[in-house]
């Protein structure tokens, strides 16, 4: 069965500090892995990754992937109150992807 | 573009009763997908479109479960009958048929449909 683990749970952290967030994927057709940010609604897209060792960044934003390890993770800097939110990992391929339960990230001004 | 559009916003319902949600995609995508979003489960794919023909139902729970999409514009998710168990947030995604780089197959959610069943 396709897994994908999300860690931490939760976050709380203060403005302007530094947060990692992890995944861990076990999928049977990969093809990519791919961040999404939750607020109160939908989704929304925030990185696919499919490579090895490149990172991707959008403003405060990056991740990276390791293939080898199966695992990506999210760096956020310089958090602000709006990254509050829960950031989802999917992996798999491109009709079928499997989501991690999340990271509830909590930023305090 | 209006982006993908799901109706109703908010559905409460009694046990046994039916319940139909509604999808309309974003014009010109290919794939319709819906998920079901739980704080147990997450999000879990429930069954996905390609041209209006449903090409894997291996994530609807129960045969209570169906989905149709009779054209391009338009998709339904039936409960019948519903269940406590059922609630949930149902969201609908739609996606372009080429994958554009970047752009996470242009997987575009709508805004869900949060089901409560007392």
């Known amino acids: 069965e396709d897994k994908v683990v999300q860690s931490p749970l939760s976050l709380v952290v203060h403005e302007g500090d530094t947060v990692t967030l992890n995944c861990s994927y076990e999928?049977?057709?990969?093809?990519?892995l791919l961040w999404y940010k939750q607020e109160k609604k939908a989704p929304t897209f925030l990185f696919m990754l499919?490579?090895?060792?490149i990172e991707k960044k959008s403003g405060r934003l990056s991740s990276i992937l390791d293939k080898k390890e199966l695992f990506s993770i999210l760096n956020i800097t310089a958090t602000q109150t709006g990254d509050s939110a829960v950031y989802l990992c999917a992996s798999g391929s491109a009709r079928q992807l499997t989501f991690g339960s999340g990271t509830q990230l909590t930023v305090l001004p | 573009d209006a982006g993908v559009i799901q109706s109703p916003r908010h559905e409460v319902t009694e046990m046994g009763q039916e319940v139909t949600l509604r999808c309309k995609p974003i014009?010109?995508?290919?794939?319709l997908f819906w998920y079901r979003q739980t704080m147990m489960r997450g999000l879990e794919l429930l069954i996905y479109f390609n041209n209006n023909v449903p090409i894997d139902d291996s994530g609807m729970p129960e045969d209570r479960f169906s989905a149709k999409m009779p054209n391009a514009s338009f998709s339904t998710l039936k409960i019948q009958p519903s269940e406590p168990r059922d609630s949930a947030v149902y969201f609908c995604?739609?996606?372009?048929?080429?994958?554009?780089?970047?752009?996470?197959?242009?997987?575009?959610f709508g805004s869900g449909t949060r089901l409560t069943v007392v």
């Open positions: 014009s010109g995508h290919d794939y």
């Open positions: 999928v049977t057709n990969f093809r990519s």
């Open positions: 995604a739609s996606s372009p048929r080429r994958v554009v780089w970047d752009r996470a197959y242009g997987y575009t």
């Open positions: 499919t490579s090895s060792g």
